[in-house]
């Protein structure tokens, strides 16, 4: 059974909406299923990735790009990971080291001729940003050899803002925009992408926050999650591997509507809706999605389509179906 769970960038879900805090609902999921098929936003933790081993790591618009039908995933033993840097300092340096000597990675460093440029910004209540100098990234990229790229860059965000975020939550400022960088990338390589940043840490800040934004407070470095995601990311492909028509479910947040959702109603795949992981968003309920009150109870859901258990079959009291 091949599931797939998405928890939008940027929107404010209640589970993996802050960073890397829908490791353990993944965990949940991947344990009731063959594959689960995940992107960045859900496991990224800053120094921290939990992701089960299960799970195939596909940035957002190349899962769209998958659901849509338009490519297929391709698994890998492992990648030749490229990581991205404006300056090659000693955060990247013993960040990509800790990596190649932890997770036994392929990794090289390249330093950037033009900087990458992430701005982070909030429109209606939503992150995103402008991302700038990415074209002049994927011409300096586009003829090396590797797998995948791990982009490794600061934001700008203002201290406020993040001071803010950090006390009293809300939608998390810088998400938004390393995805908008992530899809503009990927888009132009073909390849899996994934952003961290870098001196993002709120300097002087020690107070104890929500345990969902905790990894970013105890962090100085933010690229270990994303260098162990691209690991073993798998590859996209034109002609063979995994397609939409091997997935089974989807499993996605409350409140929230896009091309994953649309993609699996014209693919006749279910979806299962979390109310609790509620985005910041006001989208309607669907007549033809799967409503459930928490992951546990998704995770119920999927263990009865892999037994082909009806869910009213175990439900009371069970009702006689008359046909007339």
């Not at 960038?9 to 995940?38: K, M, P, Q």
């Not at 908008?180 to 840490?201: E, N």
């Not at 690991?231 to 034109?238: E, L, N, Q």
Request: with cysteine; hydrophobic share 45%; charged share 20%.
């Amino acid at each position: 059974m091949n599931v797939v769970m998405i928890i939008p960038t940027g929107i404010g879900c209640e589970i993996g909406g802050h960073c890397g805090d829908g490791n353990a609902a993944s965990r949940l999921l991947g344990a009731c299923c063959g594959t689960l098929i995940l992107h960045p936003n859900v496991v990224n933790a800053s120094d921290l990735n939990e992701m089960p081993a299960n799970s195939l790591y596909v940035e957002g618009s190349q899962l769209d790009r998958f659901l849509k039908g338009e490519i297929y995933l391709q698994r890998v033993r492992s990648n030749k990971v490229l990581v991205a840097v404006n300056r090659a300092d000693y955060q990247s340096i013993n960040a990509v080291s800790a990596a190649r000597a932890t997770l036994g990675l392929d990794a090289e460093i390249v330093e950037l001729k033009t900087p990458l440029k992430l701005i982070a910004q909030m429109k209606d209540g939503v992150a995103t940003g402008e991302v700038l100098n990415w074209r002049e990234l994927v011409d300096q990229v586009k003829g090396l050899d590797f797998d995948a790229l791990g982009l490794a860059t600061p934001i700008t965000i203002d201290a406020q803002t993040l001071s803010d975020y950090f006390k009293h939550g809300g939608v998390n400022p810088v998400g938004g925009v390393e995805a908008v960088a992530s899809k503009l990338i990927a888009d132009a390589l073909d390849k899996p992408v994934a952003h961290g940043p870098v001196d993002y840490a709120l300097k002087g800040f020690t107070e104890v926050v929500d345990p969902r934004m905790a990894v970013e407070i105890i962090t100085e470095n933010f690229i270990h999650c994303l260098l162990k995601g691209l690991h073993k990311a798998p590859r996209i492909s034109y002609k063979s591997g995994m397609s939409v028509k091997d997935v089974d479910c989807m499993v996605s947040p409350y409140g929230c509507f896009g091309v994953p959702h649309q993609a699996c109603l014209d693919a006749r795949i279910p979806v299962i809706v979390v109310r609790e992981n509620r985005s910041c968003l006001n989208v309607p309920e669907h007549p033809k999605f799967i409503y459930v009150e928490n992951y546990l109870e998704a995770a119920g859901m999927l263990m009865a389509m892999q037994a082909g258990v009806h869910p009213a079959s175990v439900r009371r009291p069970l009702k006689p179906t008359i046909v007339k």
